[in-house]
T-cell receptor, first 109, second 115 residues
């Protein structure tokens, strides 16, 4: 089975940095995705990591350590529009995604 | 370009009724997926199709069926709805379904309530 854990909620101040951790135990590994989902909307793709290390995309960065079964999503210079749920998903041996329950980030002024 | 469309947007259904959720994509993606999203549980895969003419079972397939007659359409049918099928249903598609970096793109979702 798949086991993907991430915190349920996080709160941060506008302009600050927030780090969302994700740990996983899955049958096979073909990469890890982060998606953003605003309330009442569809998930949208943020990042993909398959090799160890940090991938940076503007204000968002994602890190992967395959040996530790660990990833994080780093959101810098937080804006009010970043208030959303962030989903960690692992591509397994059959290239199917298993999702964590999501982390709801609330950005306060 | 619409991407992925789903219909209906929302539906209230009596238990025991049959219901088909529609999904259409115009990106010529080979792979399509159906997920349900429940509070605290995240997205769970119901069924998938890696290419037209083939389908497979996901994590929670019981009570659901799918077909893939062509590349663009991937309907999900509840033969006899039960209250535990109350959920938000998302359709998604990806280029191949057989590659680790294959990004999935999601439709807007259908909110289904079974009474």
């Amino acid at each position: 089975g798949q086991n993907i854990d991430q915190p349920t909620e996080m709160t941060a101040t506008e302009g600050a940095i927030v780090q969302i951790n994700c740990t996983y135990q899955t049958s096979g590994f073909n990469g890890l995705f982060w998606y953003q989902q605003h309330a009442g909307e569809a998930p949208t793709f943020l990042s993909y990591n398959v090799l160890d290390g940090l991938e940076e995309k503007g204000r968002f960065s994602s890190f992967l350590s395959r040996s530790k079964g660990y990833s994080y999503l780093l959101l810098k210079e937080l804006q009010m529009k970043d208030s959303a749920s962030y989903l960690c998903a692992v591509s397994d041996s059959d290239y199917k995604l298993s999702f964590g329950a999501g982390t709801t980030v609330t950005v306060r002024a | 370009i619409a991407g992925i469309t789903q219909a209906p947007t929302s539906q209230i259904l009596a238990a025991g009724r049959r219901m088909t959720l529609r999904c259409t994509q115009d990106m010529r993606h080979n792979a399509m997926y159906w997920y349900r999203q429940d509070l605290g549980l995240g997205l769970r895969l119901i069924h998938y199709s890696n290419t037209a003419g083939t389908t497979g079972k996901g994590e929670v397939p019981d009570g659901y069926s799918v077909s893939r007659a062509n590349t663009d359409d991937f309907p999900l049918t509840l033969a006899s709805a039960v209250p535990s099928q109350t959920s938000v249903y998302f359709c998604a598609s990806s280029d191949t379904g057989t590659s680790g970096g294959d990004t999935q793109y999601f439709g807007p979702g259908t909110r289904l309530t079974v009474l």
